[in-house]
Every structure is written in structure tokens, then in C-alpha cells.
């Protein structure tokens, strides 16, 4: 392609930005941001133009943990003028194997004030606005009104299908990324511009016990920041408005066969929020929706209850549903193994009159046992609150957390 053709279809190829060409018109770059930002400047598909829609441009992270960790870094370093990140969580050490906006010295504070301060050091020149609340069908509508772009980085369907639809509504690029053990995902779901939405892949959530949590089920560290790393590319070509964003497509990456694998994805007319002839034209109940069970309907007991249990040598058993692995990183003495996978079939090697007390690692998955062990007709049955995460932070620190 001859030097005119050439320049020609870059200039083309910049008419695409989700950023408004009114407040990219204001926008100037400082003697220190053209050094900064001087390996994109010399790109053609980039130049000053595209690096001040970087710099006009407002992109939401949601989540500041293992997806939003890469993602929020990697956009504060491409210099976008304002990031906000939503999150309510403080910072763990079991974070740290993952969550790389977060160091050791941060543990105990606020996920938002840690991410913070790393962006502001990555970055002094962004502005930071931060969300330190549970993204929830009363706060969404008002929260994703002003930015360009979300980044959805969440970890749970509720979560997901409420920045679906609220982007849906709203008329805003989602930046979809999920991660499971080895393997990621990530796609552009955006209506607007001719794709699908997340309800046109997933119209109905599944079980809520039957997909696993990072903490349930584990991820490899570094796969986050893979997944995170091509959510951020994608914000990045949607803002300067250059390639082809991944609308219409989902990118699969497996990480033990280092293999992408890409799928098409298609809008579904039938599509209760961006079909033809939607139904949905508001946040609902998501909790509802994605079938969260109320776990203070299950009967429980707490880690101290349990030590007066033990201390006073009452008579009961203590059944611990965690795999056999998770049994040999850290347990509670005397405990019955019984993973959950197995309490349909081995019901009846326990006895029906004494008084259980089921434990997982945090206390979802014995909730589940509970009801399991109740609807096969076991009276005298209890779940462990907290599960024993909660056994080593309030009563024995000596149990290994994980």
C-alpha cells in the first residue's frame, strides 16, 4: 500500500471512538505527557489525536481484583483521563498470588485506597474516582452514566447480568472477562454496535451451586492478567477507535495449550433486553434472578458456638465437605471428611439421630450439604458459619488459610 493509502486508512480507521469528539476538542497534551506517551504518539494508527481520546476518555472498572487488577493498571499507564473502580472488598493475602494492583503491605485495607495509590504512582496525571460499594440495581444506572467504557472484571453472575443490562441500557461498551482454573474468556458486548449481549450468550443463569468461585475452585495466578491484559486492549481500540473490536466474537484462551480459540457470537432477536422486542427496560432483582439461595434460612452455627461445643465434649459430628485435597492443606481436628459431591450416595453412613455440624472452606458449599442432608431427612443438622476460614481468624490462627 503506497504512503498516502496508508495514511489515508489510519484516518479512516480513527472516526470510531466511543468518545465524543466535543470533549476530545478540548483536550491538549503537556510537554511531560508527550514524553510519556511517546511510543504511542509515533504509532499512526495512535498519534496525538488518538492519545487525546485516551486522555478525554472515562473507563470503569468493575472490580479491583484479579481481571480489574491488569486491566486498571494497564489503562492508568495508556494514560485514560479518568478510571473509576468499583469495589468493596479489603485487600488478603490470599489476593496477592493474583491481584497484582495490591502488595503485601496493603493487606487489611481498602481494596480501592490500595488501588488507588498504586494507579496515582503508575500515573499521577489520571484522575482516580472511586466506588466503594457493591454494584447493586439502585447504584448501577447512576454509576455507569458516566463513563465511555466498562470493564467488567466481576466474579459472579448477579454482577454480570446487572452491567449487562445497565450498558444495555445506557448504550455503553461492556468489556466481558471471566477466568475458571486454566482457562479465560473475554468478548465486547455492545448492542449499539451491532453484537450481542450477555443475555444472546447466556439467556438464563445456571444453578448457583454448579459453577465454583476462584476460591472454591482455584485459578492460575497469572491467567487474570491475560484475560485482564485483552480486556484492556479491547477498551483501548474502542477509545481511539482503530482494529477490530471483539464485538460479534469471543476469545477463548486456554492456558495449559498456551491456544486461542475464537467463537462467533450472534444477537438473539428474542433477547429480553436488546432483542426486537425487549421486555426489560430496567435493572431487576439479579439476586433473584441468578437464583441466590438465603443461606440464614439454613440452620447455623458459629466457629464460637462450636468451641463451646468442644470445650464442653457435647455429643455431636463434625462434617467437613471440602475435597480431599483442600482436607490435607488445613483442618479442623476430628472432622469427618464427606465431600459434597458424595453426600447423595454416602448419606447413610451417617447417623441420623446425632446432631451434625457440616464446615467448608467459607460456608457456601455446606449451606448446600445442609439442605442436601434436610431433604433426605437428617433433623438435627448445622452449618458452620464462615466455614473454616472463620475457624482460623477467631479461634485457632494455627490452621492454615488458603
Not at 483521563?81 to 495490591?102: A, S
Not at 453472575?157 to 455503553?172: E, I, M, Q, W
Request: proline content about 6%; some cysteine; glycine content about 8%.
Amino acid at each position: 500500500m503506497h504512503g498516502a493509502e496508508s495514511r489515508a486508512s489510519v484516518r479512516r480507521a480513527m472516526h470510531k471512538s466511543v468518545v465524543a469528539q466535543e470533549r476530545v476538542s478540548g483536550i491538549g497534551l503537556t510537554k511531560e505527557e508527550l514524553q510519556r506517551y511517546s511510543r504511542h504518539l509515533i504509532m499512526p494508527e495512535v498519534t496525538a489525536e488518538g492519545q487525546k481520546r485516551l486522555k478525554a476518555a472515562r473507563v470503569l472498572c468493575i472490580g479491583a481484583g484479579g481481571l480489574g487488577s491488569p486491566a486498571a493498571l494497564y489503562l492508568a499507564a495508556a494514560g485514560v483521563g479518568r478510571l473509576g473502580l468499583v469495589d468493596f472488598d479489603r485487600v488478603d493475602l490470599t489476593n496477592l498470588q493474583r491481584q497484582i494492583l495490591h502488595g503485601t503491605r496493603d493487606i487489611g485495607r481498602s481494596k480501592l485506597e490500595s488501588a488507588r495509590d498504586r494507579l496515582h504512582d503508575t500515573n499521577p496525571d489520571i484522575e482516580v474516582e472511586l466506588h466503594e460499594c457493591r454494584l447493586s440495581s439502585e447504584n448501577a444506572v447512576k454509576i455507569v452514566a458516566d463513563y465511555d467504557v466498562i470493564v467488567d472484571g466481576s466474579d459472579n453472575f448477579a454482577t454480570r447480568y446487572l452491567s449487562n443490562d445497565v450498558c444495555v441500557f445506557a448504550g455503553k461498551p461492556n468489556i466481558y472477562g471471566s477466568v475458571f482454573r486454566f482457562e479465560g474468556q473475554t468478548t465486547v458486548f455492545a448492542p449499539q454496535l451491532g453484537g450481542p449481549c450477555y443475555r444472546c450468550l447466556f439467556p438464563e443463569p445456571p444453578p448457583p451451586e454448579s459453577v465454583p468461585n476462584c476460591a472454591q475452585a482455584g485459578v492460575l495466578g497469572v491467567l487474570p492478567g491475560i484475560i485482564g491484559m485483552l480486556q484492556t486492549i479491547e477498551a483501548i481500540k474502542l477509545i481511539v477507535g482503530i482494529g477490530e473490536p471483539l464485538i460479534g466474537r469471543l476469545v477463548h484462551f486456554d492456558a495449559l495449550k498456551v491456544q486461542f480459540r475464537e467463537l462467533k457470537l450472534r444477537r438473539d432477536p428474542q433477547c429480553p433486553v436488546c432483542g426486537e422486542n425487549p421486555t426489560i427496560f430496567a435493572p431487576i432483582d439479579y439476586d433473584h434472578f441468578c437464583g441466590a439461595r438465603d443461606d440464614a434460612s439454613v440452620p447455623a452455627i458459629s466457629v464460637q458456638e462450636l468451641k463451646g461445643k468442644m470445650d464442653a465434649r457435647d455429643a455431636f459430628e463434625l462434617i467437613d465437605v471440602r475435597e480431599p485435597f483442600e482436607f490435607e492443606i488445613a483442618r479442623i481436628d476430628g472432622a469427618k471428611l464427606l465431600p459434597l459431591g458424595e453426600i447423595p450416595e454416602r448419606a447413610e453412613e451417617l447417623d441420623r439421630e446425632q446432631t451434625l455440624i457440616v464446615h467448608c472452606h467459607s460456608g457456601r458449599r455446606s449451606a448446600q450439604a445442609v439442605r442436601l442432608l434436610k431433604q433426605r431427612g437428617f433433623a438435627n443438622v448445622y452449618n458452620l458459619e464462615g466455614g473454616i476460614d472463620a475457624w482460623s481468624d477467631l479461634i485457632d490462627p494455627t490452621v492454615p488459610k488458603y
